[in-house]
């Protein structure tokens, strides 16, 4: 039986480092990337073989930059899934871009090697929040993107955007969404800044060079968010994700109860959803995460040493860590909660065996006395209120 996974490929390069960046990403390394996309195709032979049944649903390109490769390369591992993991033809397969490095020419070739939705980081409108944040592009090179995205063909474009920036008003934060907005882009994400410690923005706010951001401010900036969103016909079917729907969405926070993501339409991230849904997910490439047969484990987290033990068949997989059940369901309900679906019983049930009320009854309770969830029609889902107070019901599962 095939065991279907979502796979994600990390492109560990970048252009320059972003001030609030603490992903897996490298500046000066862009030399390594034909020897990078020869290791990734050797990763994919490698669970082909080990695991012949594995059957991708979805492609995604995220990073770094994935955008840095060349298309050719990114052909070569697309046409890789599509041979060895059966990726259908139509299946979603996504690269984020950074608008500082894309063209025309570019996005034309990424989307004739098989690239059907593109995910630009767009972050702000404003120019002052794009240099504190460190970014290589101006709002210009976003407009001038998804135009050029569109004429390459992109009929699916997402943006990201990042809020809850030290001296960020809620006047720039709503000027940079009505600016995104205007681009009608079919999915938005929308992040609340982390001062990842040791970034440099999180140095300069701890040094009183920036000032703090205030969480009270970010959660108005969120509703502000929300609304708009609603109002231009996006559903927030995930709480920092929105994607236009074939119809207007009844409310913020709208499914109907025991309704499922994919009924809003074909723009909701298919990759994502696996990830939310928590079923298994193949990571390649440097740092990558996987989520596999009660497994979940990183690759080596640097380039050089991740190319070479490819290379030279010596293990590339570390922290490899046993899922129990209990984390599995529980882990199932945080992720879970988080999409406007829910969890459904059903699919709990086909999971675990066991019907949910029975492993969370008193959890449920409890955040059900407190408005933050809601269990009707056969789905346990957070509240509007829950909604704003998401952290807290998590870690009620967890615990
Ligand atoms: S472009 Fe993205 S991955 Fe690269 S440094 Fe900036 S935030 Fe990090």
């Not at 490929?9 to 490298?26: A, G, L």
């Not at 690269?95 to 490095?101: D, M, V």
């Amino acid at each position: 039986m095939a065991t279907d996974v979502a796979v994600y490929v990390h492109v560990p390069f970048c252009i320059k480092r972003c001030t609030y960046c603490d992903f897996t990403t490298f500046t000066g390394m862009l030399n390594l990337r034909a020897a990078y996309i020869e290791a990734v195709l050797d990763e994919i032979a490698i669970w082909a073989q080990r695991f012949p049944t594995l059957h991708a649903n979805t492609l995604y390109f995220g990073g770094g930059t994935p955008s840095l490769l060349p298309p050719s390369g990114i052909a070569a591992i697309i046409a890789a899934v599509q041979r060895e993991f059966g990726l259908p033809g139509d299946a979603e397969i996504t690269l984020e871009a950074n608008p500082g490095a894309i063209d025309l020419t570019l996005l034309s070739d990424f989307h004739t090697s098989g690239v059907n939705r593109l995910s630009l980081g767009a972050q702000s409108a404003s120019e002052h929040e794009l240099e504190m944040l460190g970014r290589i592009h101006h709002w210009n090179d976003v407009v001038e993107g998804v135009r050029a995205a569109r004429t390459a063909g992109f009929d699916n474009v997402s943006l990201d955007l990042i809020f809850g920036l030290p001296g960020q008003t809620l006047n720039w934060w709503w000027e940079t969404l009505r600016r995104t907005l205007d681009l009608t882009p079919e999915h938005l994400s929308l992040y609340a800044l982390t001062l990842e410690p040791g970034a440099p923005l999180a140095e300069n706010v701890a040094l009183g060079k920036l000032p703090e951001p205030d969480p009270d401010l970010a959660a108005e900036m969120y509703e502000t968010a929300s609304e708009l969103l609603k109002s231009a016909g996006f559903w927030q079917y995930e709480i920092s994700n929105g994607a236009q729907g074939t119809t207007p969405p009844p409310e913020i926070w709208a499914l109907p109860p025991g309704g499922q993501t994919e009924q809003i339409g074909p723009w909701v991230s298919q990759h994502n959803l696996s990830y939310w849904r928590n079923t298994g997910w193949l990571g390649l490439g440097v740092g990558a995460h996987s989520f596999l047969f009660e497994e979940r484990w990183s690759n080596l987290p640097h380039p050089v040493s991740y190319i070479s033990a490819i290379h030279s068949h010596r293990p590339y997989r570390i922290s490899e860590e046993l899922i129990t059940r209990e984390i599995d369901m529980a882990e199932t309900m945080m992720m879970g909660l988080r999409l406007a679906e829910g969890v459904t019983e059903e699919r709990f049930d086909r999971r675990f065996g066991v019907p949910i009320r029975e492993s969370y009854g008193q959890t449920i309770q409890k955040f059900e006395g407190l408005e933050l969830l809601e269990h009707q029609s056969g789905t346990v889902r957070l509240t509007p209120k829950g909604r704003l107070l998401g952290n807290q019901v998590f870690a009620g599962f967890l615990l």
